[in-house]
């Protein structure tokens, strides 16, 4: 299990961008059905829907769009995983919402949105460790992070509630779970970097909140190529 989840073979690396993309689109999918409140960045498409007169959808791809020229200073370039993105975490999240229905019960609602919480997180470590291309969300934080040197959690928790507060002054609604996802994922996120042995090329190890990790044999995380850094 490890070597499928650390190897550099372009197979496992296919891999584990193809079932990460998979678990990222279920986890849209189940933070849906959870309806504690939208994710910060659907509060900001929901707001430039509501200010712009654009169908929900489209501002999703507008608002990605845009996501992606604040690439350049970043120096980010997309991959074929980027690509992939695009064309496979839709569809999954919406074949998901067709198999499982709209929950009435509070607690199970709850048990839906941790699930989806774990799920997006470890769903993002794994195709980001492919190195094959993060999506536009996730190359943001990937460029900044690879830009500044701060820590995974610093940076994704900051992006977060940046856009949630930003959806929100456009008319986007705010729930509880929108702001629990604005300040859980970062440090999510980072866990799942580290568990799965991933490092951004020219970054700290990404279990290193305040300095260097201690690394023994066999531990050693994946250097992602420059096209995602």
């Given amino acids: 299990m490890h070597h499928l989840l650390t190897g550099t073979h372009p197979l496992l690396r296919t891999t584990r961008l193809l079932v990460g993309l998979a678990g990222y689109g279920i986890a849209i999918a189940l933070f849906v059905r959870a309806d504690l409140g939208l994710s910060p960045w659907d509060v900001l498409s929901q ?5 712009t007169g654009i169908e929900f ?5 507008i608002l990605s769009f845009l996501i992606m020229l604040l690439w350049i200073p970043l120096r980010q370039k997309p991959g074929i995983g980027t690509l992939v993105n695009a064309l496979t975490v839709g569809p999954v999240a919406g074949f998901t919402l067709t198999l499982l229905p709209p929950i009435e019960s509070f607690p199970v609602r709850i048990v839906l949105f941790i699930a989806a919480m774990v799920l997006l997180a470890l769903s993002s470590a794994l195709y980001i460790g492919a190195g094959l291309g993060p999506g536009p969300r996730d190359g943001l934080m990937t460029g900044v992070t690879a830009r500044t040197g701060w820590t995974i959690w610093k940076v ?29 994922i970062g440090p999510m ?9 991933v ?31």
């Fill in 47 to 51: 707001g430039f829907s509501v200010r």
């Fill in 57 to 61: 959808g489209l501002s999703v791809l």
């Fill in 156 to 184: 994704r928790g900051s992006i977060e509630v940046i856009v949630a507060l930003g959806g929100w002054a456009l008319g986007g609604g705010l729930g509880v779970g929108t702001v629990i996802f604005a300040l859980s």
């Fill in 189 to 197: 996120i980072q866990y799942s970097l580290r568990l799965l042995r």
């Fill in 199 to 229: 490092r951004l090329a020219g970054t700290a190890p990404v279990d290193a909140a305040e300095g260097p990790a201690q690394q023994g044999p066999g531990t050693e995380p994946i250097a992602l190529p420059e096209s995602v850094a």
